[in-house]
């Protein structure tokens, strides 16, 4: 299907809405999200049928051309099936008329995108972890979701209600003026809406085309390193020699204590039990519903922490470098996983490249994967060959520099602005700049999956090459040092 694009001078931006529906609109919202679901289900059964029966013929010696066809997964070939088949099949004839079709069309759009991700990583053509084929979605685990594009979608003139097909009109736990303003205005139009379960709480968001004008940062000519870490978040240094630190508040530490009483609550009473199929007690319901509540809180203040630092960064400064971090990888190391999880890495990383973007277009810069930013010496250029993790401070041989490591590589940082290749946004690509050799056989690409011992035959992308190694030697100074100013 041809993708939406925004006109110009307007972007796509969603605002999400708390709600506070009654007893009645919340059983038709978990209503339509189980909907979405069968229909998701539905649909990955009608497909999977088609594959299971040629391989079955296969077995039995059928030739190729007397094979059963494939069966497309497009939305348009899945509606139309769906809509044939809702009838007549027992698991939705006798309920399907009491949800909106937006909800049908919710899970088998899900389900075609699943085909379409299963289709180009078998392929090759889609980037990250090799996607598996569409699974069915548990009743229990499932997330509650399901999203409307066509009907009655609108905000109130309260402020106070919104409106949805076939759930009526809803109260909002908050004001929605942000959105109603642009809307009186005509400087906004609502596309979609989503609702959706999370955190103990009902929320809808609205897709809508914004008309948006740029916004000046308050330092266009200075550029900022920022630094990532578990004790302290971030550490930020300008091209002006300014360093500043953001403590890592760790409210996931702050709230174990809690979560601890909490949970040796829940244990106590009588829990769910798949196996017997044991239902759980009241007293367990409100226990766990208690224990829920402090995830929550804990999920809510990082958020909020996240967003105000990365909102304030793209507001200041012109230019931003960034490391790209191997977050996967990093919550591997069980000593530091639960930091590094809690401090929210990959999130910062996301909501910097989505605010420097379309809020105030300025550059972002995404440091090389292997740029050694805490082995250089900020004030020489001069790179060590070793620097444990445990060394928090750094001391160069060359010029006698001593410095704080997380300083020293936000200074870095901010030095690589000027290095970065014009048009690329990577700095230190290695298709563009001159290759420069680094300690610690840094030359090795990252490992997109686990080697396996035994490589079988035929799998796709061969046989891993082994680790090339690399001997270290002593300091050695860079190419061409760094610059602040």
Known sequence: MKKFQAQPGF?????RFALDPNVTQEHALRSHCGAARAAYNWAVGWVEASWWQRRAEESYGVAEEQLTKWRPWSLPVLRKAFNETKHTDPRFAAWWEEN???AYSTGLANASAAFDNYAKSKRGKRRGRAMGMP???SKRKARLSCRFTTGTIRVDADGRHVTLPRLGTVRTHECTVKLLDRVQAATARILSATVRHERGRWFVSFQAEVKRD???VARPDVAVGIDLGVKTLAVMADSTGEIRQVPNLGHYDTARRQLRRASRIVSRRQGPDRRTGRQPSKRWEKANAQRNKVHHRVANLR???LHKLTTSVAAEYGTVVVEDLNVAGML???RLARRIADAGFGEI????TDKTRRRHATRLVVADRWYPSSKICSGCGAVKAKLPLHVRSYECDACGL?????DNAALNLAALATACVPGTGVAGDQDTAPAVSKPRGADRKTRATRTRRETVTGRAGGATLPQQRQTETRDRPQTEPLTLW
Do not use: G, H, P, T
């Not at 972007?11 to 605002?15: G, L, N, R, S, T």
């Not at 001593?402 to 997380?406: L, S």
């Open 11 to 15: 972007v796509v931006q969603a605002f």
């Open 402 to 406: 001593v410095i704080d490591r997380d």
């Open 100 to 102: 909106s079709k937006e």
């Open 135 to 137: 699974r069915f979605r």
């Open 303 to 305: 958020a909020d922490a």
């Open 332 to 334: 591997r190391n069980r």
């Open 214 to 216: 740029l916004e000046r």
């Open 349 to 352: 990383r996301r909501q910097l």
